[in-house]
């Protein structure tokens, strides 16, 4: 299966959750799939997308929240599992796109070539719903229950890494600006107050 | 650190209206950490690197909820790259209670280049700082926070040796 397909998948099912992508192809095909504003995209802290996402879900317990990661960006912060596990966010769903490789920068290998085992890793931190899934048909047929269940849940999703960059364009806006449209529509939704009565 | 200390920092804490922390310890900064873990009004994280907990404040801003990271120098020093490219990149605050080692009365020879160095680093990011040196300082901490919320990027309030230990501690 090919990191589109399955971005598209998730898209497809995504409800009412909120989104933070990790840097790089995560947040490009998501803002390719989605064009969505109630979504954050990371465009550094590479590995931290799973904190942040962590600190939403605690502060938004009764919203969906997916955390949309990528294998280079978990093995920059493997922690965040053990921290993930610890909090047991039922609201927390943590999807892994693993190409084995660094697309964004030209499909260059990873470390340890692609044999590493992340919901092996994710379970052994304490998760008790973790799997892996490698096809496409098999996605779709799980997906259904993946969204029903509480997290914390961790979902490989294995994919064949692709030639070269891939050259999905980013979101159309960055800096400030992506902070204050994502604040504003979590605002919108939820009724909170994510900026004081002077904007900031 | 002093149990008063930490006591008047949790009550200012309060009064900020922080509900959520996310830590790892320093020996300096661990009472008020317990504190704010034994507080059933605080949802506390512990994390196992210091950007983890600066994110999740990050992640935490978004949900309207005000939040507090706290650490040790050197754990300061590990984040800086995710303070940049995080925080100050896209305007978001983050406080930070930091214990401020390598003072000239921390003999840790192991904490002499933070102490040297934290500050100017600091500085080469424009990050702002406040120091905590006395228990009468600590009623500073809510404008602290509003400045650290105005300011709109990472904000750290140093808590130095005499104020942790008390004044003449060895």
Redo the contacts between chains.
Sequence with gaps: MKAREAIDVLARNRGGAVA?CALGMAANEWWAATKSEDS?Y????M??????????????PHAPVWLINADGSLCM?L??L??EA??AARNLKHFVVDNGVYQTVGALPMVNGGRTDYAAIARAAGFTRARTIEALDELERQIPAIVAEDGPALTVLRVEPEKGFLRTPPMTYE??E??YR??RA??RR?G???F?PQG? | MAMDVAERIHEQLTKCGITLAASLPDDWVAPLIERLAADNHIRHVRVAREAEAVAICSGAFFGGVRSVALMGATGLLTCTGELATLNLRHQIPVFLIVSQRGSIDDHRIYQEVQGRRTIPLLQAYDFPYHILDRPDDVSSIPDVFETCRMQKRPFVLFLTRRLVKGEGAS
């Excluded at chain 1, 590995?47 to 938004?60: H, M």
Aim: proline share 2%.
């Design positions: 933070v954050f990371m465009h550094g802290a590995g931290f997308a799973a904190s942040f996402a962590l600190g939403l879900a605690l502060s938004l912060n922690g965040c053990l921290t610890s909090q800096g400030p992506m902070k994502f604040g979590l605002e939820f909170i107050e994510v004081g900031y």
